[in-house]
């Protein structure tokens, strides 16, 4: 097993006894110290090693302490400075620490104290490093890395992004369900400059209406019958950060004027509250819907689709970008053969037609459904079509075709049998929409609209 290695501690004071002491009482509790005689002799060490704390005295010649922490911080050394301070000079060691050391001792001190900063400073390095390790994995899950296309209007769409994500306009994003619009705005928050702060996400049409209100802008205790507590709000836990509302097409009217107000004045006012709260939130909002259209029939409050529209991005259905098919194919069986420990697989050329010859309702994520599936029922090396499910690549509805004309040969009737159930099909995967339903079916729509009377499936 791998020993853990040695803090390394550099001990800097005028007293020779003093630093005798500290070294002796560092080795015995695992660390690595070394001297220095001042700031001047301590800075040189520095520069030709790094040291995880500084242990310095605040009053010495040549250089002190407040002028050796000021040297450290103004060449950016990595290192914690934990100042000692004798003689009462306790107003220089907190002007130290609000010039950034982490902590002062005051001396003549107790060995124990000593040992309580230093495991102190320790916790506190180990939660930074951490803090930074997980803002790293989830700027490498969210940022651009994690999106996968090679698409032109998809490239075109994240050279957007990238010009919007260090400003604080807000944002609105609008795509049919499943194409990605979360992952476009949490790539927005974790690429621009408001990454180390929060992104928080609120589904609107999750969340009863008679709730949204505290859900968004918290509430104060006895606001309702239910207010047991203060509750702080989505805005405020956003503060600083971005805050993102997805489905805001269906928000309810009344609360649409609340969430205008808060834009244009940057404060909210908790749910029973009598007081307002300054906040600094960018704003990200996403649809699948035509909020100018909902805003021009009165669905929608026309000024706070002016204000939510300041930059719009939007995502192409996955019917259009089919050239992404492979690239997208590739990455989720990659990643579902890693989660479920199994040897990435490939696709076989039947496999493939099945999936470009669908038109995915469901988007990117209708994709990522099927080849979880895909991956979890694969017992060999290659996806196969009988893998995929049904509605992809449509044995059921076309073996079904047959089964409907019984015994009969006629060709006419099998023909008008084989037709229904293709049209059926068709509208099924479009999610009913009959336009691309034509499209894919290769006739006219006026054609397609007749045939649907004729067999019934309106």
Same mark, same amino acid.
């Given at each position: 097993?791998?020993?853990?290695?040695?803090?390394?501690?550099?001990? +800097?004071?005028?007293?020779? %006894?003093?630093?005798h002491?500290l070294?002796?009482?560092?080795?015995?509790?695992?660390?690595a110290?070394?001297?220095?005689?001042?700031g001047?002799?301590?800075l040189?060490?520095?520069?030709?090693?790094?040291?995880d704390? $500084?242990?310095?005295?605040?009053?010495?010649?040549?250089?002190d *302490?407040?002028?050796?922490?000021?040297?450290?911080?103004?060449?950016?050394?990595?290192?914690?400075?934990?100042?000692?301070s004798?003689?009462?000079?306790?107003?220089?060691?907190i002007? !130290?620490?609000?010039?950034?050391?982490?902590?002062?001792?005051?001396?003549?001190f107790?060995?124990?104290?000593? =040992?309580?900063?230093?495991?102190?400073?320790?916790?506190?390095?180990?939660?930074?490093?951490?803090?930074?390790?997980l803002?790293?994995?989830?700027?490498?899950?969210? *940022?651009?890395a %994690?999106?996968?296309?090679r698409?032109?209007?998809?490239?075109e769409?994240?050279?957007?992004v990238?010009k @919007?994500?260090?400003?604080?306009?807000t944002?609105?994003?609008t795509?049919?369900?499943?194409?990605?619009?979360?992952?476009?705005?949490?790539?927005?928050h974790? &690429?621009?400059?408001?990454?180390?702060?929060?992104?928080?996400? $609120?589904? !609107?049409a999750?969340?009863?209406e008679?709730?949204?209100?505290?859900?968004?802008?918290?509430? =104060?205790?006895g606001?309702?019958?239910d207010? @047991?507590?203060?509750?702080?709000?989505?805005?405020?836990q956003?503060?600083?950060?971005?805050?993102?509302?997805? &489905?805001i097409?269906?928000?309810?009217l009344?609360?649409?004027?609340?969430?205008?107000?808060?834009?244009?004045?940057? &404060?909210?006012?908790? +749910?029973?509250?009598?007081?307002s709260?300054? $906040?600094?939130?960018?704003?990200v909002?996403?649809?699948?819907?035509?909020?100018?259209?909902?805003?021009?029939?009165g669905?929608?409050?026309e000024d706070?689709?002016?204000?939510?529209?300041?930059?719009?991005?939007?995502?192409p259905?996955?019917?259009?970008?089919?050239?992404?098919?492979?690239?997208?194919?590739?990455?989720?069986?990659?990643?579902?053969?890693?989660?479920?420990?199994?040897?990435?697989?490939?696709?076989?050329?039947?496999?493939?037609?099945?999936?470009?010859?669908?038109?995915?309702?469901?988007n990117?994520?209708?994709?990522?459904n099927a080849?979880?599936r895909? $991956?979890?029922? !694969?017992?060999?090396? =290659?996806?196969?079509?009988?893998?995929?499910?049904e509605?992809?690549?449509g044995r059921?509805?076309?073996?079904?075709?047959?089964?409907?004309?019984?015994?009969?040969?006629?060709?006419?009737?099998?023909? &008008?049998?084989?037709?229904?159930?293709?049209?059926?099909l068709?509208?099924?995967?479009?999610g009913?929409?009959?336009?691309?339903?034509?499209?894919?079916?290769?006739i006219?729509?006026?054609s397609?609209?007749?045939?649907?009377?004729?067999? *019934?499936?309106?």
């Open positions: 097993m791998k020993s853990e290695k040695k803090k390394r501690i550099l001990v +800097v004071d005028d007293e020779e %006894n003093l630093r002491l070294s002796l009482l560092l080795k015995k509790q695992g660390y110290p070394e001297s220095a005689i001042d001047a002799d301590a040189e060490k520095l520069s030709v090693g790094s040291f704390f $500084v242990l310095s005295d605040i009053l010495m010649p040549r250089m *302490g407040r002028a050796l922490l000021g040297e450290i911080i103004a060449r950016k050394i990595e290192t914690t400075v934990i100042m000692m004798a003689y009462g000079n306790i107003d220089t060691a002007e !130290c620490m609000k010039l950034g050391a982490y902590d002062y001792i005051s001396k003549p107790k060995n124990d104290e000593i =040992v309580l900063v230093l495991k102190k400073a320790e916790e506190r390095e180990r939660l930074k490093e951490e803090n930074r390790r803002k790293q994995e989830m700027q490498r899950e969210f *940022g651009f %994690n999106i996968v296309s698409n032109r209007r998809m490239q769409l994240f050279t957007l990238r @919007v994500c260090d400003f604080k306009t944002v609105l994003i795509g049919e369900s499943g194409t990605g619009k979360e992952l476009i705005a949490r790539a927005i974790f &690429e621009g400059a408001r990454r180390s702060a929060a992104f928080v996400a $609120v589904n !609107c999750a969340i009863p008679n709730l949204l209100e505290s859900e968004l802008f918290g509430h =104060v205790k606001a309702f019958t207010a @047991v507590s203060d509750k702080t709000g989505l805005f405020e956003a503060d600083g950060g971005t805050l993102f509302l997805d &489905e097409g269906e928000m309810p009344s609360l649409q004027v609340k969430l205008l107000r808060v834009l244009q004045g940057e &404060e909210i006012k908790r +749910v029973g509250g009598s007081s709260k300054k $906040v600094d939130v960018r704003v909002s996403a649809t699948s819907r035509n909020l100018e259209e909902d805003a021009a029939a669905r929608f409050r706070l689709f002016f204000r939510l529209n300041v930059f719009a991005l939007s995502l259905p996955l019917r259009e970008r089919l050239d992404d098919l492979p690239l997208l194919t590739e990455h989720f069986l990659a990643r579902f053969s890693q989660k479920f420990g199994k040897t990435v697989p490939s696709i076989s050329p039947d496999a493939m037609a099945a999936l470009n010859s669908y038109v995915w309702p469901g990117v994520r209708e994709l990522e080849l979880e895909a $991956v979890i029922l !694969c017992e060999g090396e =290659v996806i196969s079509p009988g893998l995929l499910p509605r992809i690549t059921a509805s076309v073996d079904s075709a047959f089964q409907l004309t019984g015994e009969s040969l006629s060709i006419r009737q099998t023909g &008008e049998a084989m037709e229904r159930e293709l049209i059926r068709a509208l099924e995967r479009t009913g929409n009959r336009t691309h339903a034509a499209k894919v079916l290769e006219s729509l006026r397609l609209i007749y045939k649907i009377k004729e067999y *019934g499936l309106e």
